[in-house]
Structure formats: structure tokens, C-alpha cells
């Protein structure tokens, strides 16, 4: 099982998307089965050099079904814009106490796929969902120094 991961979401009105967590210090987030992400340059198969700007894939996640499953059929059905979401990333010290490492921060985010999964004979019986998600900004943080690097769709990347 990997360390785990947590999702806060603020929808349209900047209002908190309440999840079920009932961990200390995470109380109301959303907890994560998996999450990945993928950022690619086009190039030439030919040379190498690059063809094109950076592409974006959509965040995908897994979660259990919650309190906010409704709020994001909402929000996808509806087309709404969240403000916000914060991707929180967790490890373990070697004194054997969780701590905070990675930070993903999205303004303006998209629900753009929800689709419910049950895997018979996993064993579990639980109920997930893979959520799909874009946004217009992104900032990777790595905590312990502040080192960050954000990046916008409406922003050219110069050198």
C-alpha cells in the first residue's frame, strides 16, 4: 500500500466540498485510492527536438464513493468551475510519524469524467470512482524548502 494522499475541493462559490476524512489534521478531505498525472512535449520522431508546447493530461483519481460523489455530478453536469483543488501527499519519518512532503495546487477546475468502479473478487467491496479533472493552473510544491514551479495554460513559457 503507497503513503497516503488527500484531496481538499472548493467548489464554484469558494465554499469547502466537505470530504469523509476523519483523520486528525485532515478532517473533512477527501481520502485517495490513487492518483496520477501526465505532462508531455511533442517531438519528432525523426530528431528529437521538440514540435510542439507542453500538453496537460486531465488528474485522474480514485476514491471511495462519499459526501461529495452528488457534489461532483453536480458539478460535472452543470459544467461548474471549483476554485480550487489541494492535493496533499504524505509520507513516513523514520520515526514512524506521517508527514506532509508534496503539494499539487489547481485553480479553476473542470470535472471531466466520473466513472464508478466495483471490482468483483478484489476483495474489498467497496465502491470507488475515477475522477478525471483539468484546471487552468498548476503548482507543484515540494514542502520542505518551498521549492515550486507553477504553471498556467494562458502563460507562454519562455527561456
Known amino acids: 500500500m503507497s503513503n497516503p494522499a488527500y484531496l481538499w475541493l472548493t467548489d464554484d462559490r469558494g465554499a469547502p466540498m466537505e470530504g469523509s476524512c476523519m ?3 485532515r478532517i473533512g478531505a477527501i481520502e485517495l485510492s490513487s492518483l496520477t498525472h501526465n505532462i508531455n512535449t511533442p ?3 525523426h530528431t528529437g527536438k521538440l514540435s510542439g508546447t507542453r500538453v496537460h493530461a486531465p488528474i485522474m483519481f480514485q476514491k471511495d464513493f462519499d459526501k461529495t460523489t452528488p457534489l461532483l455530478y453536480k458539478a460535472i453536469s452543470l459544467g461548474l468551475t471549483l476554485k480550487s483543488a489541494t492535493f496533499k ?3 513516513i519519518d523514520d520515526a514512524g510519524i506521517e508527514r506532509e ?3 499539487i495546487l489547481l485553480a479553476n477546475v473542470k470535472i471531466v469524467s466520473i466513472t464508478p468502479d466495483l471490482y468483483p473478487g478484489s ?3 467497496k465502491h470507488l470512482e475515477t475522477i478525471l479533472i483539468r484546471y487552468e493552473k498548476i503548482m507543484w510544491k515540494h514542502c520542505e524548502g518551498n521549492i515550486q514551479y507553477t504553471d498556467e495554460w494562458n502563460q507562454r513559457v519562455t527561456m
Open 23 to 25: 483523520v486528525s489534521g
Open 43 to 45: 517531438t519528432d520522431n
Open 89 to 91: 501527499m504524505y509520507t
Open 123 to 125: 476483495g474489498t467491496g
Open 101 to 103: 512532503y508534496f503539494n
